[in-house]
């Protein structure tokens, strides 16, 4: 009996996930692969001293009506819950409160615990990166950095930010150019955890004005297992932008700074702290692309910059490149 080819993925954040799940659920064998050593990309979360620090996406907001549903299948096998923070923000160095009724959701106990559920027991490759990605006779082949060659493969699947995903499509020309069209921008993220609880009710809060475009208290985050106080500060793109190469020292004691600016409450040593450079953290603008296709050769991209450039952007994509694929089996 000849076996089916599977289908490639590249990316095992939200987007490839997303695509994974509907075209298993499909009957369609997938292999997946991923540069890091885990899953989750961009919704990743730190395992650190102070306990695990979601240091990337901070919570989603589900608009779409497919969306909602699935997030709400997500709370019901208990990966996905509300969180409802003290929310404020930041003016001219004014610190105000800032209710609202919007639902913001987070992965319990951490971000990453949703990600790791939707990529189950699927087959992956792990600490592997794709250099290269082309067409034999009928089939597809990737290469990783090491040399080592993999498939066949029916279809393959790109699930990765614009300007990594842009060289593995130069298969499909017009796909690449379409993916190298898109600016991706970057992130700091510095964690700072403190012995004693700061002295303020701020959970969660967006700032204008400051190096700082976000700061959020993870720990008051639902189910989470941080024994210290603590944060996780957001640059904006503009500072990280001129802030590149700075050290994570440097980024540390600078963010630090903005932050015990901003909190209105006396800021000591933090027990513990981390950087992280998020180098392609969220699109320059949103599209509304769905997924980039080409059908004929059976290569797909998808990623939330083919859409709203946020873990729901990132769902959706996926889905549609799975759609688009499965429409054009025999
Ligand atoms: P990714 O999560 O980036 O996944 C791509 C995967 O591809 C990665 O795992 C990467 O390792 C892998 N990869 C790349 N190149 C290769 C290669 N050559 N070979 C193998 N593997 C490769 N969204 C929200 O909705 N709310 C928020 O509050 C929010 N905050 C954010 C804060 C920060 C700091 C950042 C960085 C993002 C934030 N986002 C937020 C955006 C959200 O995280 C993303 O939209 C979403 O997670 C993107 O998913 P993705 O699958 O498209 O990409
Ligand atoms: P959302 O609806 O909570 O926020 C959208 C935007 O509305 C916020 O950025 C903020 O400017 C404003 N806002 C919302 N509620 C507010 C309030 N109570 N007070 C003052 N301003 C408020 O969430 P949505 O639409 O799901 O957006 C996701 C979030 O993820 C955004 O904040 C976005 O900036 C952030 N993000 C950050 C990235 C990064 O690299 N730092 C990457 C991608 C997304």
Redesign the pocket.
Known sequence: MTQIAPIAI?????????AAQALHAAGQPVQL????RG??????SKRSDAGALD???????ARDRRFVDTVQQWQRQGLAAEWAPALYYVRNGQLAASPDEQVRWVGSPRMSAITRAMLGELPVNFA????EVFRGEQHWHLL??EGVSHGPFSHVIV???AP??C??LSAAPKLATVAASVAMEP?W?VSLAFAEPLHTNVEGCFVQDSPID?LARNRSKPGRDNTLDTWVI?ATSAWTRQHLDLSKEAVIEQLHGAFAELIGCTVPTPAFSLAHR?L???PASAHEWGCLADSDLGIYA?????S???????WL??QEAARKLLAHLP
Do not use: N
């Not at 692969?33 to 890091?36: H, L, N, P, T, V």
């Not at 592997?128 to 250099?131: A, E, L, N, Q, V």
């Not at 998808?302 to 083919?306: I, L, P, Q, R, V």
């Open positions: 590249i990316g095992t954040g939200m987007a490839g996930l997303s692969f991923d540069k890091s899953s989750g990309g961009r919704m990743a240091l990337g996406a901070q919570y989603f907001t592997c990166r794709i250099t990783d950095a699930a990765a930010p990594q995903a060289t593995l992130t993220a976000w957001h998020w392609y953290a969220r998808c990623g939330d910059w083919c709203s450039g946020r873990v729901e952007g990132a994509s996926g």
